[in-house]
């Protein structure tokens, strides 16, 4: 029986204790977050234990995980923590804001020598997981041209998004999901361009990217959480190769949450067959990741799908786009 340590009990704490209670062999010890009524009615919900003390829940000796699902600028401080007492540790993305304090996490998990991994989602996701199959099973060919997309409406749970030097903005919060995926999908960045807009607090929350890999593929990807109200939560991803093209599109509600009504579809074109539209098996993206983490840690492999040293290159190169969107130039990235 593996045993897991929730920290944070908002959208992801909830999204993650769903997922943990839906597998066997696993079970949800306690649960440990700042407002006291929200996280009590959460250990009712999923019959575990109310920590007040976020430490009390990381050093209990039962506990086998530590799962971080608190607001971004608070992922060192309780990754440290939970390393310092040996546990292993699912972080939800992105892995920190600064890359000082993603070597220093780095640092702690590999002194610790525990279990560590990223909660990029995307890498899990039935569609874009459907994809990277097609991209390596050679049904696309050579992809030369990708475009990603994630788009939505202001995060309104939380006060912490608004807060830049919390949240990063929809740069460090949302435009790097489809960079992480993109970088899984086509290799080494060798150079980026970006432009978009800038909130008076200073996050860049509309950011179009246009990165260029060392294979020669180019990507262009579009993030924002400045969406009109009405928008839905739109992500979409075309990759174009000299054989084929796929290309996805998922559109939900106001947000996330309402994924299961979402209009969703993966078609891929190509040469010589009518296009397909692609029956792809449905199964939560959350729940994938999250079993596919338990299972490393219960067969004691180091995740090999996500690892902290991609999601820290990813965090670089989100970094490199930023200072292109400050100083609007294409500048080389030195990975
Ligand atoms: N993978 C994805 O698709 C995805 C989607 C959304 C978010 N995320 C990431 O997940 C993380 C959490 O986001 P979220 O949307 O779940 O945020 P959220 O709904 O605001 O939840 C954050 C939780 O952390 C608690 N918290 C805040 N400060 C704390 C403190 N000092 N000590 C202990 N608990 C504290 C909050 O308590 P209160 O309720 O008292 O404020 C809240 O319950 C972020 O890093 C975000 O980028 C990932």
Known sequence: MIKVGIIGAGFMGRTHGDAYNKLDDVQLVGIASRGQEKARKYAEDYHCTNYPEAEELIKHPDVDIIDICLPTYLHEQYVIMAASHGKHILCEKPFSLTLESADRMLAAVRKAGVKFMIAQVLRFWPEYMKIKEFYDNGSLGKVRVLYANR?????DWGTWFQDVEKSGGALFDLHLHDIDYVRYLMGPVKS???????????AWNHVVSVLNFVNGAKAVAEGSNKMTPGYPFTMSLRAVGDQGTVDFNFSAGFNLEERDTAVNNLVL??????????????????????EYFVDCVKNDKNPKVVTPEQSKEVLEIVHTIKDSLENGEVIDYQG
């Open 269 to 290: 074109y190509r040469k010589e067959h009518s296009p397909e539209v692609v029956d792809v098996e449905q199964k939560d993206a959350y729940l994938n990741e999250i």
């Open 151 to 155: 788009l939505a409406q202001f995060p």
């Open 192 to 202: 980026v361009y970006a432009t978009g807009k800038q909130d008076d607090n200073g």
